[in-house]
């Protein structure tokens, strides 16, 4: 029988960790079939929505983060819906800005300032190194009792030079296939350079016609089911979608916008670019229904899903979140540190869930960075082969019947350019349960600080008040400790 399981990660010790059950859950034994019930050896496959924010999915409209008035049809996404219905809400998970760093967060449980990604790939000439231990080589090699394989597909966006190494996941990170860009691929979407890496001695790319979205992911569907039985898989799964440059997907694909008849149109006029947004959304979730679809007997028996966007949504007519034009008016959305730019979606589901806890909410304050562990603990990687340095906490026992204490009191985020050690520009922005502080790790000053819990629409500034100045004081000694080469004021 094949388990399944679409994940986030893991994050590891220190500043952020309160009071986590042991790293091991105690589950140390080499059984497929832990005594309590838990699977010792999942399937993996996460799951990376590009550009996705909160304000994207209907059940996250109640968030009160999202701004009032925001609409979304009800009906778009029902299979990302089921998800949600057999699997934990995550409420407050974070990302950071931009897709790149993010990508990175989730492979290796590391922060940008640690891998020096920081930014999009292109600022700079710095790649994701071959010395971060990547998910794929520690469950290569950290697995004992179980073979696992690794593929990944999509956008990978962690390597400065492409056209150098056309196929890093394979032949850097110890990935057994590779098939999609190594970059962003901008309009149109069925004109791009499709690298397929089945091994370091046969790389290629080749041009491809197809729709992107769908190409990725139905390579990801013929990988995972020549899976056997006897081993388990890890399936990195980023199709670049819905993304940012607005466009009208096969008519096969999505019914919110009709009239498409080729595999990829231009947006119509009269058309907003929200509503191709939508449209572009709408075909991700029948690619995913495609995938839950290969499970007939009920995929949640066989697998655990984990759906999460890779930074917020983009401004301009996509998000609800301001954006600018006009001029005076403060970017909000993606590539801003502002909640419309870090708080995404997160959703895990299926199998590593108990059955009591399916349809839930969790608040408990996760990162992407917690993808990392919380993949290597389902798959059964004793605590003593974690890599040192890990900023990533395992998120399993928030899935269980009686959920375990949150496993943070403070998530993170970041951006800095030009990538690498010595960025120009890095600011950064940190929160508890009810406040939020922005840094310039640069100048050594607070830019903002935010009470979310009375104001989640992030309009009051609170850094010059008084009043404030202990909670401003705690969340600066949060940030400084974890970074020592953030400027840090007097």
């Given at each position: ?430 929160r508890d349960a009810t406040f939020k502080l922005m840094w310039d790790c640069k100048a050594g000053v ?45």
């Amino acid at each position: 029988m094949r388990w399944l399981l679409l994940l986030v990660a893991l994050a590891s010790p220190a500043p952020f960790l309160v009071a986590s059950p042991p790293d091991d859950d105690g589950d140390d034994d080499l059984q497929l079939l832990l005594v309590d019930g838990e699977l010792k050896h999942h399937n993996v496959l996460v799951v990376l929505a590009d550009d996705l924010g909160i304000d994207t999915l209907f059940r996250y409209l109640n968030d009160p983060l999202v701004p009032g008035g925001a609409t979304v049809p009800q009906d778009l996404t029902p299979n990302i819906d089921e998800l949600m219905d057999k699997g934990v809400r995550f409420t407050n998970a974070w990302a950071n800005p931009l897709c790149s760093p993010t990508r990175a967060t989730i492979q290796t449980g590391k922060y940008g300032f640690q891998t020096g990604i920081g930014h999009v790939i292109e600022q700079g000439s710095v790649s994701l190194t071959e010395d971060e231990v990547m998910l794929s080589e520690l469950l290569l090699n950290s697995t004992p009792g179980m073979t696992y394989r690794v593929a990944a597909y999509g956008k990978w966006h962690l390597q400065a030079n492409p056209s150098v190494r056309s196929c890093a996941p394979v032949c850097v990170h110890d990935y057994e296939e590779f098939e999609g860009s190594m970059s962003a691929i901008a309009l149109p979407t069925c004109s791009w350079p499709q690298n397929l890496c089945a091994s370091c001695t046969t790389p290629g790319t080749a041009p491809s016609s197809q729709y992107m979205p769908r190409v990725i992911m139905e390579a990801a569907r013929s990988w995972i089911a020549s899976i056997p039985s006897n081993e388990r898989f890890f399936c990195y799964l980023a199709p670049q979608t819905p993304f940012e440059f607005p466009h009208l997907p096969p008519a096969d694909l999505q019914t919110h916008i009709p009239g498409s008849t080729t595999e990829c149109d231009a947006c119509p006029g009269g058309s907003t670019v929200r509503d191709c947004y939508d449209a572009q959304l709408q075909a991700l979730d029948t690619k995913i229904g495609d995938i839950l679809g290969d499970f007939p007997n009920g995929w949640e028996k066989k697998m655990t899903v984990i759906f999460v966007g890779d930074n917020g949504t983009p401004g301009g007519g996509i998000s609800f979140f301001p954006h600018p034009p006009p001029a005076k008016q403060v970017n909000k959305a993606k590539g801003s540190l502002f909640e419309g730019g870090v708080h995404v979606p997160l959703i895990i589901a299926g199998t590593a869930v108990h059955p009591d806890r399916r349809g839930s909410e969790c608040d408990a304050l996760v990162n992407t960075t917690d993808i990392y562990r919380t993949v290597a603990k389902l798959a059964g990687v004793p605590g003593s082969a974690m890599p040192a340095g890990l900023n990533s906490a395992n998120l399993k026992p928030l899935l269980r019947k009686i959920p375990g204490p949150d496993p943070r009191t403070h998530v993170f985020a970041e951006k800095f350019s030009p990538n690498g050690t010595a960025p120009t520009s890095h600011v950064a922005t940190i929160r508890d349960a009810t406040f939020k502080l922005m840094w310039d790790c640069k100048a050594g000053v607070a830019t903002h600080l935010f009470d979310l819990g009375m104001d989640p629409d992030e309009s009051v500034n609170l850094k010059n008040d008084p009043a404030y100045a202990t909670v401003l004081a705690g969340l600066r000694t949060e940030i400084c400790n974890l970074m020592t080469t953030c400027a840090c004021g007097p």
